[in-house]
């Protein structure tokens, strides 16, 4: 199993980094979760988006779920796509489908199937294996778990610290763990510091540690410290836009650039 990260930038995209944006990839299936702002052009730079498997959106904050539209356009007129499942929380369609008003021939359910999941529920794509759990976020937002016979990596997307989310992330090759805030700026608690992905991390005993959801102005190396700090044994990573980690080496495969 590998992690591939399109984007890693909090709130809104840099010019370095476009928003959240990453895909599992296993020798069975390719897991696109969230598609923050400019993802799809960075899909397109390394991956056929016909060859998505399915797309998971955690929630439908703008930052990991706006590139739905250009994949929805992208897909609606290539006559060689598919219907892609997207697993999401209830509501995701209506939400989305007030952005395309006025375009008559628009229904999100001819390229979307929606599939509406919730804390608990079990997907399978391929050999994947995707659980789900709610964060601690204002809106209903999922973490996700894909774990397959290759890896588990698990996703935190965006929560605050009342989640257990090393409960849900127990033993995972990887916690790919949102990182907004640092210890001198600390906004409301609908985000983690990078203090707390490194105290989850250790709770949880995962492999690797990969920090993202960067805040787009903030020091990305002091994170790391931070997150170091509180870690323990467990090694932290910075997530890199365009890099590829691989479970099985514990190396970044494709180095990409700093976000």
């Known amino acids: 199993m590998r992690l591939r990260v399109l984007g890693c930038s909090g709130t809104y995209p840099t010019p370095r980094s476009p928003s959240s944006g990453y895909v599992i990839d296993d020798p069975t299936a390719s897991v696109w979760i969230d598609c923050g702002t400019g993802t799809f052009a960075a899909l397109q730079r390394v991956l056929d988006y ?143 510091t990078a203090e707390q992905a490194g105290e989850y991390a250790k709770r949880a005993s995962v492999r690797d540690l990969v920090l993202t959801h960067f805040w787009p102005t903030h020091d990305h190396s002091i994170s790391k410290t931070e997150a170091a700090a509180a870690a323990g044994d467990v090694p932290v990573e910075l997530a890199r836009p365009g890099g590829v980690f691989d479970l099985e080496s514990r190396t970044w495969v494709e180095a990409g650039t700093p976000a």
């Open 50 to 192: 016909t060859g998505i498997d399915a797309l998971v959106l955690s929630h439908v904050h703008s930052d990991h779920c706006l590139d739905i539209f250009p994949l929805y356009y992208a897909l609606r007129f290539n006559p060689q796509a598919r219907r892609l499942p997207v697993y999401c929380p209830a509501g995701t369609e209506e939400h989305l489908a007030q952005f395309l008003v006025g375009d008559t021939a628009c229904k999100l359910s001819f390229i979307f199937d929606f599939r509406y999941v919730k804390p608990g529920d079990v997907a399978e794509v391929g050999d994947v294996r995707l659980d789900f759990a709610v964060t601690d976020h204002p809106i209903p937002t999922h973490a996700v778990r894909a774990e397959s016979p290759t890896g588990i990596v698990t996703y935190s997307a965006d929560t605050g610290p009342g989640m257990d989310l090393d409960v849900f992330a127990r033993d995972s090759d990887v916690l790919l763990c949102e990182a907004s805030y640092q210890n001198n700026d600390c906004g409301a608690p609908l985000h983690l």
